[in-house]
């Protein structure tokens, strides 16, 4: 395998490729209950790791606390070198929603389920994850009381480093002005480029910027664009879009799930994938198009 994008230090003191995995579609259908297949879902936790990943992007909600469970059962004990993320700030209902849960008895529960069901005296990094029930983004609220409830547990010992997610470039600031954030983890691909400012205060801050739905929402002439760059390249569509975002940023982050051996690999693959001067023209019209 390639050097996966190379590395970012998280916080300056926490090194990690820049291609990870996320682990949420590891889950049953609507991210709840176990995986369909576990054996598989256990050979693509090793696999990723054995290839070299050292970014891990998890929660305790999904499944719930079937996916962490899984993580344990798959890589306990863990590699040094191996950091895993978790978010918290919502919880699961019997209804398969996801309604916030940031409250302080909420996000120390949550901690609390994280670390036992990964089976580690303290998490690695844990963002906050700012969510309403009518879905606003980014949500119109402070977050100086619960992240300033992860930064107590932070000095309590229980969590090494603090991110944030679905958040403002106001928000980071007002969480930074509370304790260290080493990470965002927002919405960002080829066709949704809102938080283009935001990545790029990230970069200038050393700040990592992990996004999520990295082929989300595209249009039909969008993903038309995309498709023709990958016939040009002879790769797929995720790979293209995956390298467009390593290039796009030094500090971007990625963490592309899938509970398949081969879509795991492919994904693996982008890392390597150059993106010749007409391709990323081209890229580019897609943020317009």
């Not at 879905?135 to 991110?163: C, K, N, T, W």
């Not at 879009?241 to 971007?252: F, T």
């Amino acid at each position: 395998m390639a050097n996966l994008g190379g590395t970012f230090t998280l916080g300056g003191e926490v090194p990690v490729t820049r291609m990870g995995y996320g682990a949420m579609q590891l889950a049953g259908p609507g991210v709840w209950g176990p995986p369909r297949d576990h054996d598989t879902a256990v050979a693509v936790l090793r696999e990723a790791v054995e290839s070299g990943v050292t970014h891990l992007d998890t929660s305790d909600y999904y499944g719930p606390h079937t996916v962490n469970a899984l993580i344990k059962e798959a890589l306990h004990p863990y590699p040094d070198a191996l950091t895993i993320v978790t978010k918290v700030g919502a919880r699961r209902t019997p209804d398969k929603a996801w309604p916030p849960a940031l409250s302080a008895d909420d996000l120390t529960q949550a901690v609390h389920d994280n670390l036992r069901n990964l089976g580690v005296d303290a998490l690695d990094v844990v963002n906050l994850r700012l969510s309403n029930d009518t879905g606003d983004y980014p949500v119109p609220m402070s977050l100086a009381e619960p992240f300033g409830v992860l930064a107590e547990l932070r000095q309590q010992g229980l969590i090494r480093h603090l991110g944030v997610s679905h958040v403002s470039a106001e928000q980071l600031d007002e969480a930074k002005a509370i304790a260290p954030v080493v990470c965002v983890q927002n919405q960002y691909n080829l066709a949704h480029r809102e938080n283009d400012a935001l990545v790029d205060k990230c970069a200038a801050e050393r700040i990592a910027f992990v996004p999520y739905f990295p082929l989300g929402g595209f249009s039909p002439l969008q993903s038309g664009i995309l498709d023709d760059c990958a016939a040009r390249l002879e790769a797929t569509p995720m790979q293209v879009a995956l390298a467009w975002l390593l290039q796009r940023s030094p500090s971007m982050l990625l963490i592309p799930g899938t509970s398949s051996l081969g879509h795991l690999r492919e994904n693996l693959a982008a890392a390597s994938l150059e993106l010749p001067a007409d391709v990323l023209a081209d890229l580019d019209r897609i943020g317009t198009a």
